[in-house]
């Protein structure tokens, strides 16, 4: 049975039990800084079970990715030398929220093992916390004589935490049979492969209180995780995960590619397959690879798996290409990880590109380290320790490169500086922000806000709730007072935040019934605007931001700008500003039509990865591997500028999340969507879509709304990940303005007319002057030049400052104009900087060669560069060492 059948199985299964089925959940964690990867089923459903969140189901069954590479669940040494360490997996689980508890359970687990799957009864057990006597007896009503197994330690008994939902757990094992090593969970050789453990059924049954008692929860709870790669292994017949379908395929691949053909479960094929998969997984869901946090576990995922190609004989780039492979074995299992083939194969590509570059100059400070080490000798700790966190080379393959020089690595100094590394930077988790309690209490107080914003920018309603925010913490409050009241001096604001007596005064928030407020989300800011009391159309609330939390509770933060109060029950209308609303819109419809342009004028592989979209413009973030040219982004500019003028229809609809994906919709990357989405589509003149996506932005109605588009920037944010910042409308005329002021002002200080060709001319010829006056420069610094005469050589060397390499070398053919046939050194300094070209005289190429003597002098700043025999130049870091640099090539000549 294939890996996907069973995943289909599983979930069809639960679903005709009344279970909701819930796509998996990303595996960088949303609203849970605790995680640095998401590394269970029950991971998005953490809200649910606290009961700090509620859905529309009791029921949920999910395939969900996991990752246990970082942070507090790590496997990553582990992978490649086990049968069963992943760093990726996907875990099947069925989920009820104080509906059905241990009976329905352990009915569905036991019916889907054996009717589903059809596995023997006499092949599986379970295991019970000891003191789970109910748990027991159902087990013996539901499966007869299955063999049941106390268990009296913590891995019968589950929390979340030193505090909150727990309760006593149930494994099922299956038994691969006597002639497998191992025994029964408990014994004393149940680490042995023989009984695994398939599926766990945790019972949240207690709520435990920080003093370490234990209460009846009111509504008992039920988290289940069964391993997919595990029991694919059972349904195939093999002891090894990787030996099932979702491994076969990769390894095949890898064989392929390195022209080697080990044992399937050779260790190098085992790391390269398991990390390909979670790498994949990674980048699919946003990671990038990095120096901290998440993308720095990803590098170094990579990099092992690239170290493990290297000792099967890969000496290039190749990890890219096994992606195609993991995509197909997953069956569109996971839509996005085939929506982000080509930015995962470009990111890997890439990083592959920079680790043998790195691997490269590694190996040449390596060579340097163990100059003067004896054979038997040892190699510091700590130089060990640079190659590993700089160049990104783990321990074992300086270890390797080491062994056939006969030395060994301070072990022990190594441990020391990582452990010293890893208490600098203590792990934060996954950079998530959990949300405030307060709005969880809230949103079950008061439900969900109604947004009416679509449609109008105006209405009536009810204050809910109203509250501070200070010293970093918001609360609820019986009404607003306005701050300076009774004060003598009055507030000052600034932006967003009030002043009196350069302090900041207290922000609120308001929290009404109804709202067309759009709140931040999609990378769209939040409405500005005003709440005004209805019986005291003076008396106003100044909303400077409105944000969304749990999910549809709109809360609007500000402050009063009158002598009044407000609390709860006081009716009041809410005006959003119109003027920004609509300057936002433009920009959000602006970012659909440069996604759409950009696709036409790079490829399909563009897809966002980000944006932020205000009133004063917009940024938006894409998967591209290079920098756009000049005529790349004149025709992207272009292309959106003719669809705004064409006036194209801008329709927005709201329709089922499956039809609008089925359709061809493109979704936000990392944002969370409901059944029913809002879709936003724009048509050419032909009624053809040129863009298609979904999007709960507020949009101008059409295209002809937004002006004109302007790009200013573009930019790398990341390994594959571009930046393009632009303007619409009337700030490109403010930009005009601006540019005409500063023509205006040069060509007063150039003394001619404003007009661009004027401004040219005199500029082109201040440039020759200033070229002739350098020249001019140049010949006397030239004059200056050291000889020093040593055997059959003459050496030259200058040494000058804040010259760029140009001017370098027209010293140097002065110099050779001027001198007799010789060795030529000329140094540059630019801060720190250092600049070095070395060149040699024909007559003497036979036994000096510049690209040599430029090394030599290098040394000593810690530099690099190349060259001929004729001439060769270079840089290093270190002004205060040319005289030794100059001196290191005048000693190199015999």
């Given at each position: 049975m294939?890996?996907?059948?069973?995943?289909?199985?599983?979930?069809?299964?639960?679903?005709?039990?009344?279970?909701?089925?819930?796509?998996?959940?990303?595996?960088?964690?949303?609203?849970?800084?605790?995680?640095?990867?998401?590394?269970?089923?029950?991971?998005?459903?953490?809200?649910?079970?606290?009961?700090?969140?509620?859905?529309?189901?009791k029921?949920?069954?999910?395939?969900?990715?996991?990752?246990?590479?970082?942070?507090?669940?790590?496997?990553?040494?582990?992978?490649?030398?086990?049968?069963?360490?992943?760093?990726?997996f996907?875990?099947?689980?069925?989920?009820?929220?104080?509906?059905?508890?241990?009976?329905?359970?352990?009915?569905?687990?036991?019916?889907?093992?054996?009717?589903?799957?059809?596995?023997p009864r006499?092949?599986?057990?379970?295991?019970?916390?000891?003191?789970?006597?109910?748990?027991?007896?159902?087990?013996?009503?539901?499966?007869?004589d299955?063999l049941?197994?106390?268990?009296?330690?913590?891995?019968?008994?589950?929390?979340?935490?030193?505090?909150?939902p727990?309760?006593?757990?149930?494994?099922?094992?299956?038994?691969?049979?006597?002639?497998?090593?191992g025994?029964?969970?408990?014994?004393?050789?149940?680490?042995?492969?023989?009984?695994?453990?398939?599926?766990?059924?945790?019972?949240?049954?207690?709520?435990?209180?920080?003093?370490?008692?234990?209460?009846?929860?009111?509504?008992?709870?039920?988290?289940?995780?069964?391993?997919?790669?595990?029991?694919?292994?059972?349904?195939?017949?093999?002891?090894?995960?990787?030996?099932?379908?979702?491994?076969?395929?990769?390894?095949?691949?890898?064989?392929?590619?390195?022209k080697?053909?080990?044992?399937?479960?050779y260790?190098?094929?085992?790391?390269?397959?398991?990390?390909i998969?979670?790498?994949?997984?990674?980048?699919?869901?946003?990671?990038?690879?990095s120096?901290?946090?998440?993308?720095?576990?990803?590098?170094?995922?990579?990099?092992?798996?690239?170290?493990?190609?290297?000792?099967?004989?890969?000496?290039?780039?190749?990890?890219?290409?096994?992606?195609?492979?993991?995509?197909?074995?997953?069956?569109?299992?996971?839509p996005?990880?085939?929506?982000?083939?080509?930015?995962i194969?470009?990111?890997?590509?890439?990083?592959?590109?920079?680790?043998?570059?790195?691997?490269?100059?590694?190996?040449?400070?390596?060579?340097?380290?163990?100059?003067?080490?004896p054979?038997?000798?040892?190699?510091s700790?700590?130089?060990?320790?640079?190659?590993?966190?700089?160049?990104?080379?783990?321990?074992?393959?300086?270890?390797?490169?080491?062994?056939?020089?006969?030395?060994?690595?301070?072990?022990a100094?190594?441990?020391?500086?990582?452990?010293?590394?890893?208490?600098?930077?203590?792990?934060?988790?996954?950079?998530?922000?959990?949300?405030?309690?307060?709005?969880?209490e809230?949103?079950?107080?008061?439900?969900a806000?109604?947004?009416?914003?679509?449609?109008?920018?105006?209405?009536?309603?009810?204050?809910?709730?109203?509250?501070?925010?200070e010293?970093?913490?918001?609360?609820?409050?019986?009404?607003?007072?306005?701050?300076?009241?009774?004060?003598?001096?009055?507030?000052?604001?600034?932006?967003?935040v009030?002043?009196?007596?350069?302090?900041?005064?207290?922000q609120?928030?308001i929290?009404?019934?109804?709202?067309?407020?759009?709140?931040?989300?999609?990378?769209?800011?939040?409405?500005?605007?005003?709440?005004?009391?209805k019986?005291?159309?003076?008396?106003?609330?100044?909303?400077?931001?409105?944000?969304?939390?749990?999910?549809?509770?709109?809360?609007?933060?500000?402050?009063?700008?009158?002598?009044?109060?407000?609390?709860?029950?006081?009716?009041?209308?809410l005006?959003?500003?119109?003027?920004?609303?609509?300057?936002?819109?433009?920009?959000?419809?602006?970012?659909?039509?440069?996604?759409?342009?950009?696709?036409?004028?790079?490829?399909?592989?563009?897809?966002?990865?980000?944006?932020?979209?205000?009133?004063?413009?917009?940024?938006?973030?894409?998967?591209?591997?290079?920098?756009?040219?000049?005529?790349?982004?004149?025709r992207?500019?272009?292309?959106?500028?003719?669809w705004?003028l064409?006036?194209?229809?801008?329709?927005?609809?709201?329709?089922?999340?499956?039809?609008?994906?089925?359709a061809?919709a493109?979704?936000?990357?990392?944002?969370?969507?409901?059944?029913?989405?809002?879709?936003?589509?724009?048509?050419d003149?032909d009624?053809?879509?040129?863009?298609?996506?979904?999007?709960?932005?507020?949009?101008?109605?059409?295209?002809?709304?937004i002006?004109?588009?302007?790009?200013?920037?573009?930019?790398?944010?990341?390994?594959?990940?571009?930046?393009?910042?632009?303007?619409?409308?009337?700030?490109?005329?403010?930009?005009?303005?601006?540019?005409?002021?500063i023509?205006?002002?040069?060509?007063?200080?150039?003394?001619?007319?404003?007009s661009?060709?004027?401004?040219?001319l005199?500029?082109n010829?201040?440039?020759?002057?200033?070229?002739?006056?350098?020249?001019?420069?140049?010949?006397?610094?030239?004059?200056?030049?050291?000889?020093?005469?040593?055997?059959?050589?003459t050496?030259?060397?200058?040494?000058?400052?804040?010259c760029?390499?140009?001017?370098?070398?027209?010293?140097?053919?002065?110099?050779?104009?001027?001198?007799?046939?010789?060795?030529?050194?000329?140094?540059?300094?630019?801060?720190?900087?250092?600049?070095?070209?070395?060149?040699?005289?024909?007559?003497?190429?036979?036994k000096?060669?510049?690209?040599?003597?430029?090394?030599?002098?290098?040394?000593?700043?810690?530099?690099?560069?190349?060259?001929?025999?004729?001439?060769?130049?270079?840089?290093?870091?270190?002004?205060?060492?040319?005289?030794?640099?100059?001196?290191?090539?005048?000693?190199?000549?015999?």
């Amino acid at each position: 049975m294939l890996s996907s059948q069973i995943r289909g199985s599983f979930l069809k299964f639960f679903e005709n039990n009344g279970h909701k089925v819930v796509e998996s959940s990303s595996v960088v964690p949303q609203n849970d800084p605790s995680l640095l990867f998401t590394n269970s089923g029950m991971v998005q459903f953490k809200n649910v079970f606290t009961g700090l969140e509620t859905r529309e189901y009791k029921r949920a069954t999910t395939a969900q990715k996991c990752v246990r590479a970082g942070g507090k669940h790590n496997d990553l040494e582990q992978v490649g030398f086990t049968a069963r360490h992943n760093t990726f997996f996907e875990m099947l689980g069925n989920f009820s929220f104080g509906d059905y508890f241990k009976e329905d359970a352990i009915y569905f687990a036991w019916t889907f093992l054996t009717k589903e799957l059809k596995l023997p009864r006499e092949k599986l057990s379970v295991t019970v916390y000891h003191t789970d006597e109910e748990a027991k007896n159902i087990w013996k009503k539901v499966a007869g004589d299955v063999l049941i197994t106390p268990i009296s330690t913590n891995d019968n008994f589950w929390s979340m935490g030193d505090a909150g939902p727990c309760g006593p757990s149930s494994e099922i094992f299956y038994d691969h049979g006597d002639d497998v090593p191992g025994g029964l969970p408990g014994t004393p050789d149940e680490n042995g492969p023989r009984y695994m453990e398939i599926w766990n059924l945790v019972f949240m049954q207690f709520e435990q209180i920080q003093n370490g008692e234990k209460i009846p929860l009111a509504k008992k709870s039920i988290d289940t995780g069964l391993g997919l790669e595990r029991v694919a292994g059972v349904m195939q017949g093999v002891l090894d995960n990787f030996q099932i379908d979702l491994f076969k395929c990769i390894i095949d691949e890898i064989k392929a590619i390195s022209k080697t053909n080990y044992d399937d479960i050779y260790p190098s094929y085992k790391v390269i397959a398991d990390h390909i998969r979670s790498v994949a997984v990674l980048i699919a869901d946003g990671v990038l690879p990095s120096n901290e946090g998440s993308g720095y576990v990803l590098r170094r995922i990579l990099r092992r798996a690239m170290r493990h190609g290297n000792l099967i004989g890969v000496k290039e780039p190749f990890l890219y290409k096994l992606v195609d492979s993991f995509a197909d074995s997953m069956d569109g299992a996971y839509p996005e990880l085939e929506k982000s083939r080509a930015t995962i194969k470009s990111t890997i590509h890439m990083e592959e590109q920079k680790f043998l570059s790195a691997l490269e100059r590694g190996l040449k400070i390596l060579q340097n380290d163990v100059k003067g080490i004896p054979a038997g000798g040892v190699l510091s700790g700590d130089k060990a320790f640079k190659l590993y966190d700089t160049y990104g080379f783990p321990l074992d393959l300086t270890q390797d490169i080491l062994k056939t020089e006969n030395i060994d690595v301070d072990i022990a100094g190594f441990e020391t500086a990582l452990q010293e590394q890893k208490n600098r930077a203590k792990w934060v988790g996954s950079g998530e922000t959990k949300e405030a309690p307060i709005w969880y209490e809230l949103k079950q107080k008061l439900g969900a806000t109604e947004f009416v914003g679509y449609e109008k920018e105006k209405c009536e309603s009810e204050i809910l709730a109203v509250g501070k925010f200070e010293n970093e913490k918001y609360e609820i409050i019986d009404e607003i007072t306005p701050a300076w009241i009774d004060e003598k001096t009055e507030p000052v604001k600034y932006g967003a935040v009030s002043y009196r007596g350069g302090k900041p005064l207290p922000q609120y928030f308001i929290i009404v019934k109804t709202t067309p407020f759009y709140a931040e989300s999609g990378g769209q800011c939040g409405d500005f605007g005003a709440i005004k009391l209805k019986e005291k159309g003076d008396v106003y609330f100044s909303v400077f931001h409105t944000i969304r939390v749990c999910d549809g509770l709109i809360v609007h933060l500000g402050s009063p700008v009158a002598d009044d109060y407000f609390k709860s029950g006081d009716k009041v209308i809410l005006q959003v500003d119109s003027r920004i609303r609509q300057k936002t819109s433009a920009n959000h419809t602006a970012t659909h039509l440069l996604q759409a342009a950009l696709r036409q004028v790079l490829g399909k592989h563009v897809e966002q990865r980000g944006s932020s979209v205000g009133h004063l413009g917009l940024h938006f973030d894409f998967s591209h591997s290079s920098a756009l040219s000049d005529s790349e982004i004149s025709r992207v500019e272009e292309t959106v500028n003719e669809w705004i003028l064409q006036d194209l229809k801008v329709v927005c609809e709201t329709i089922s999340k499956d039809e609008a994906i089925s359709a061809g919709a493109m979704a936000l990357f990392g944002e969370k969507y409901g059944d029913t989405v809002r879709t936003v589509s724009i048509y050419d003149e032909d009624r053809q879509r040129i863009s298609f996506e979904l999007c709960g932005g507020t949009h101008v109605s059409s295209t002809g709304k937004i002006g004109l588009f302007k790009i200013i920037s573009e930019c790398s944010v990341a390994a594959g990940i571009r930046r393009i910042e632009a303007v619409t409308g009337k700030t490109i005329l403010k930009l005009l303005k601006e540019k005409e002021k500063i023509v205006d002002s040069l060509a007063e200080r150039l003394k001619c007319e404003s007009s661009e060709t004027s401004i040219t001319l005199k500029i082109n010829s201040l440039l020759a002057e200033k070229s002739e006056l350098k020249k001019n420069i140049l010949k006397l610094m030239s004059d200056k030049v050291q000889k020093f005469s040593k055997n059959s050589a003459t050496i030259y060397s200058l040494a000058v400052s804040d010259c760029d390499m140009d001017e370098l070398r027209s010293l140097n053919e002065a110099i050779k104009s001027k001198k007799s046939a010789g060795v030529i050194v000329v140094a540059n300094k630019s801060g720190d900087k250092v600049s070095l070209i070395v060149s040699v005289a024909p007559d003497l190429q036979k036994k000096y060669n510049a690209g040599q003597l430029l090394k030599i002098g290098l040394a000593s700043l810690d530099g690099k560069g190349g060259g001929g025999a004729a001439f060769a130049q270079g840089g290093g870091i270190g002004a205060d060492k040319i005289p030794v640099a100059i001196e290191a090539i005048k000693n190199a000549i015999e």
